[in-house]
């Protein structure tokens, strides 16, 4: 017994150690004005400055998002599109349109696009005598495609280079795939006749329910929202659509953190770029500790949607990179200058103290200067903690490989 209060007695003067050590760090690094909370896995509070008072949080506001989305839909969840059509097809061309069936998938590509087009040569269809008839909501190069042009250009072989490379490059190293032959490394297209929506029914047409022929479905929710997270891109914002809109997920958001806290939670979006969001540091860390606790119930963790510093592509890449730090800290940055915003929030994994959460949420400092002291004071804490790396591998997979293009039964 007395050992154990011995040691317990050390951890806490060790924390006041540390308490009063961050303390002094956040006033001469970020500046008395800015917010900055830190927590460890057992609820202690090891650092409080500003942290009650909501500021802008710019792509912060992803984290609620995240967690609103894993919350409906699953990790597993994928979104379907569907290309069909009620025309037959006679010596190689569809008479009559290609209908597809949006479903809401944010990260359709030109990648996807081929592998769609070689499915549907391989069904006999190498030209379409209508057009792309298009139903639902398709977003088609991370941009809205309204009316489906885009995606019927990249059909019709108008590809990058890229996506032509990482398609054949995919297809050529994986034996159950359609492997192409040396002549046939270029983008087959399928020509569409019409470029627009017809104004009559061309013969060939038949009555009836469209027949699919192809389904397209995303990545995993998971893999899809941590390669979102990583670049910060904001094709979030109509993904909060999918999880009931920025009112369910503020409602959610507020649910999951004491009542006390509610208040700090103002969501006008998902993604960040709405005037009137708000999120103060105290209660992004309970909002990260939500989204953690969410992921471990499926055996996930928060390196699985989020991006780990210095390794993952995208916003944290070249961050926290240097030999004592890469791999010790995941977490999602905020970025919106026209609003004098500035975040950086996550969680490191320690030896003594299990995962230790932060939220710094800059607010009327310069973007490189903020994120310069982010990153000053991150390392103080990083210094402070008996920090280990994440156990954590990298996918280097391409997104198109954890994609399915199934033909229909």
Do not use: C
Not at 49 to 62: D, E, F, G, L, N
Request: proline share 7%; hydrophobic share 40%.
């Amino acid at each position: 017994m007395r050992t154990i209060l011995i040691s317990l007695l050390g951890l806490l003067l060790a924390r006041v150690a540390v308490g009063a050590s961050l303390a002094a760090d956040a006033r001469s690094i970020l500046g008395v004005d800015q917010g900055v909370y830190v927590e460890a896995a057992d609820g202690k509070e090891l650092l409080a400055q500003a942290a009650a008072r909501p500021v802008h949080p710019a792509s912060v506001s992803k984290v609620p998002t995240t967690l609103a989305l894993l919350r409906k839909l699953g990790t597993e969840h994928r979104f379907v599109t569907t290309f069909a059509t009620n025309a037959r097809v006679v010596d190689g061309e569809l008479l009559g349109d290609l209908l597809v069936e949006g479903g809401g998938d944010p990260s359709f590509v030109d990648e996807d696009a081929l592998l769609v087009a070689d499915r549907l040569v391989e069904l006999g269809i190498k030209r379409v005598a209508g057009t792309l008839r298009l139903r639902g909501t398709l977003t088609f190069d991370w941009q809205n495609d309204e009316d489906g042009s885009r995606l019927r250009h990249a059909l019709s072989g108008f590809i990058s280079p890229g996506a032509l490379a990482t398609v054949r490059t995919l297809e050529l190293g994986n034996p159950q795939g359609s492997v192409p032959s040396p002549g046939s490394l270029q983008p087959p297209g399928i020509p569409f006749e019409l470029a627009a929506t017809p104004p009559v029914t061309r013969s060939g047409t038949a009555d009836g329910p469209p027949r699919p022929l192809i389904i397209h479905r995303s990545q995993p929710l998971l893999a899809l929202a941590k390669s979102l997270n990583d670049y910060s891109n904001n094709i979030f914002k109509p993904l909060a659509d999918e999880a009931g809109g920025a009112a369910s997920v503020e409602s959610l958001a507020r649910s999951v953190v004491p009542e006390a806290m509610r208040s700090e939670i103002t969501l006008g979006d998902g993604a960040g770029t709405d005037p009137i969001n708000r999120l103060s540091p105290r209660v992004t860390v309970n909002l990260l500790r939500a989204l953690d606790k969410e992921l471990q119930a499926s055996g996930h963790a928060l390196f699985d949607v989020l991006p780990v510093a210095g390794i993952d592509d995208g916003t944290l890449r070249h961050r926290f990179d240097g030999p004592e730090e890469v791999g010790r800290v995941v977490g999602k940055t905020g970025t919106f200058g026209d609003y004098g915003a500035s975040a950086l929030v996550g969680a490191i994994s320690t030896s003594d103290q299990g995962t230790v959460y932060f939220a710094i949420l800059n607010h009327g400092v310069p973007v490189p200067e903020a994120r310069r002291r982010q990153d000053r004071f991150v390392r103080s804490l990083l210094e402070h903690l008996h920090s280990v790396p994440w156990n954590y591998q990298r996918d280097v997979r391409p997104a198109i490989a954890r994609a399915e293009v199934l033909k229909a039964p």
